[in-house]
């Protein structure tokens, strides 16, 4: 089944200890990216990649680092998270880079910081 | 700079009823437009999406959206609601290039029996 996979699904830290979401896709996509979504101000970019060892910042980088080594896994880490990093978190991929191209997306990973 | 705005963070229609979930989008080039759906502990799923051609796009689960450039419109209906309906409903724009697909805050649908 095609699809992208996050985990974990919930994570409960502390500030400052450092954490990572894995994100796995097993479509052979291009493009990846991770969002956060907040109540009311929908989803924002965190970072994107358009394919191995090519990432960027997105509208919301500050605290977060990303890399992508292979094409299928782009995990998103946070060295050292603080209270107001705590959200919902969305890995999605596409096909390639482009406007045309939907994006596929993980279940979520709820992330609470205390 | 692309931008979308979704009116209205709560719809509420009764089961059977019209439903009329409104996007407005600011672009200064042909845009690309999609409408996502998501489902309660669910991560966001293609409704349906507009490149170019037809400015009618239907989509699934019975959804269809419009089109209008005069108006910079995208707003997306269902002739009839069903309570699977009830769910959160984005409205997004991609930028020239692909880098970034920018989302709206977002529009709570609620279905009443």
Known sequence: EAQVTQNPRYLITVTGKKLTVTCSQNMNHEYMSWYRQDPGLGL?????SMNVEVTDKGDVPEG??????????????????????????????????????????GNGTRLTVT | AQSVTQLGSHVSVSE??????????????????????????????????????????KGINGFEAEFKKSETSFHLTKPSAHMSDAA????????????????GAGTRLFVKA
Do not use: M
Not at chain 2, 38 to 56: E, M, V
């Open chain 1, 64 to 105: 977060y680092k990303v890399s992508r080594k292979e094409k299928r896994n782009f995990p998103l880490i946070l060295e050292s998270p603080s209270p107001n990093q705590t959200s919902l978190y969305f890995c999605a991929s596409s096909l390639r880079q482009g406007e045309r191209s939907p994006l596929h997306f």
């Open chain 2, 88 to 103: 959160e409903y984005f409205c997004a724009v991609s930028d020239t290039g692909g880098f970034k697909t920018i989302f």
């Open chain 1, 44 to 48: 924002r970019q965190i970072y994107y």
């Open chain 2, 16 to 57: 059977g009823a019209l439903v009329l979930l409104r996007c407005n989008y600011s672009s200064s080039v042909p845009p690309y437009l999609f409408w996502y759906v998501q489902y309660p502990n669910q991560g966001l799923q293609l409704l349906l999406k507009y490149t170019t051609g037809a400015t009618l796009v």
